[in-house]
């Protein structure tokens, strides 16, 4: 079992910036392929990133492309979605998210966090 907990969601105006992280409780973080995905009300979970398990893989959805940046520190056992020149379309609840299989399905991912909101003034 692993537990994921997001934070560093909250409110900022178009333009600003946030960071998000996501510690995992197990010591096999390392092994996990690692994913953020949102959603917005009355729309499906959309995803947003992926990193593979050593960090040398990324990939990012075309709305966020050149905004967001996802990365990893195997040794604080914690994903990061560093979010740049935010857009109120942006507005979801992020969750991060593990899998043994790099995959922007979301159905294929194991675990996952409780959420946390961003919310993004015009």
């Known amino acids: 079992q692993v537990l994921l907990v997001e934070s560093g969601g909250g409110l900022v105006q178009a333009g600003g910036s946030l960071r998000l992280s996501c510690a995992a409780s197990?010591?096999?973080?390392?092994?996990?392929?690692m994913g953020w995905f949102r959603q917005a009300p009355g729309k499906e979970r959309e995803f947003v990133a992926h990193?593979?398990?050593?960090?040398?893989?990324?990939d990012y959805a075309d709305s966020v492309k050149d905004r967001f940046t996802i990365y990893r520190d195997n040794v604080k056992n914690t994903v990061y979605l560093q979010m740049n020149s935010l857009k109120p379309e942006d507005t979801a609840v992020y969750y991060c998210?593990?899998?043994?299989?790099?995959?922007?399905?979301?159905?294929?991912?194991?675990?996952w966090g409780q959420g946390t909101q961003v919310t993004v003034s015009s």
């Open positions: 998210a593990a899998t043994t299989f790099l995959t922007r399905n979301p159905g294929e991912y194991d675990y």
């Open positions: 197990t010591q096999t973080f390392s092994s996990y392929d």
């Open positions: 990193i593979n398990w050593s960090g040398g893989r990324v």
